[in-house]
């Protein structure tokens, strides 16, 4: 089948710079794209690159789609090669959106995304306000690794001291960290109890390191960077990776492979988002609705990070 096909950029400032380990990050770019069947029926999908992860560019992207023309057939989506994870997700988007019915998830539980440093210590009630309107059980995931350990430690013990006895936190080193910071911080994650898991703290090269250190300490870890593509996940997967899996699925690659992926493996996943738009983020949601319990929260409580 041939659809009509149409994509615009776009772009949208964070309303306060998002610093990690990789940098700061002002500006998400992304495509939208549109399908059109015979019947002039259209849906849309979202191309969010994210290039340090190990996407495409969003240069390759927009080039990818310039070369497509005015139509592209649902063989041609599928056949997108695995070099543009991105473009194979907002692809299949939009066709799904195209040809079947969204189905509306449930009992869905946000984890919410805190600022860096200091900051945290004093905006979290403004999150914790807005997010307890809607889900009893919150979940705040914290970036580290971007000041001093010493520095870190010590925000991280007083927030633990804020923070409601029931509220969960989850530390993202975005693989910042050397191997005695990351002991120290699962030293002193162990000891306080409150963190539900440390996301990727060791460069992913470093995965047989991070693998004996999700043996050593109580505080689970969790794999991102080390499983930025479905390929690289199944071969963590296959070295032994049993904890947990933090997937991006707007860069993941093809949706139906992710849907074979869960099918043929075991997989504690926590589904999180690189920060797309509502088109790109509702089929995120609906794939983790679809193929996880949800017992965990997933990583899509960001709107306060945009106006």
């Keep these: 089948m041939t659809y009509q096909f149409t994509f615009h950029p776009y772009q949208k400032k964070f309303r306060q710079p998002l610093l990690t380990h990789h940098g700061t990050w002002e500006i998400r770019e992304g ?62 988007t939009a066709l799904e959106n195209l040809e079947f019915t969204e189905i509306q998830p449930q009992n869905i539980k946000y984890s919410y995304l805190l600022p860096t440093g200091e900051k945290a210590l004093y905006q979290w009630q403004e999150i914790y306000q807005d997010a307890v309107q809607f889900q009893t059980d919150i979940t705040f995931k914290w970036k580290i690794g971007v000041k001093s350990i010493t520095e870190e430690t010590q925000i991280f013990e007083k927030l633990c001291q804020c923070l409601p006895s029931h509220v969960k936190l989850r530390l993202d080193a975005n693989g910042g960290l050397n191997l005695d910071e990351a002991k120290t911080w699962l ?14 703290p060791l460069l992913p090269e470093q995965f047989q390191t991070m693998l004996q ?6 505080t689970p870890l969790a794999l991102d960077e080390s499983i930025a593509t479905l390929q690289q996940l ?31 493996y075991s997989i504690d996943a926590v589904f999180s988002s690189v920060f797309e738009s509502d088109i790109g983020r509702q089929k995120a949601i609906q794939l983790a609705s679809e193929l996880t319990n949800c017992s965990r929260a997933i990583g899509f409580g960001l709107n306060h990070w945009f106006d």
Excluded: M
């Design 234 to 264: 199944k071969n963590c997967y296959h070295q032994g990776w049993r904890s947990i899996f933090v997937i991006k699925p707007a860069i993941a690659g093809s949706i139906l492979e992710l849907r074979q992926l869960f099918n043929q």
């Design 187 to 200: 030293s002193v994650t162990d000891e306080w109890g409150k963190v539900e898991f440390l996301e990727q």
């Design 213 to 218: 250190l999700s043996q050593a300490y109580s």
């Design 31 to 92: 495509i939208i794209i549109s399908l059109t069947n015979h019947e002039d029926k259209k849906a849309l999908g979202e191309i969010t690159t994210l290039p340090w992860f190990g996407s495409e560019t969003h240069q390759q992207a927009l080039e990818f789609c310039d070369k497509l023309g005015q139509t592209i057939t649902q063989d041609t989506i599928y056949s997108i090669p695995h070099q543009l994870p991105a473009c194979q997700f907002g692809f299949e």
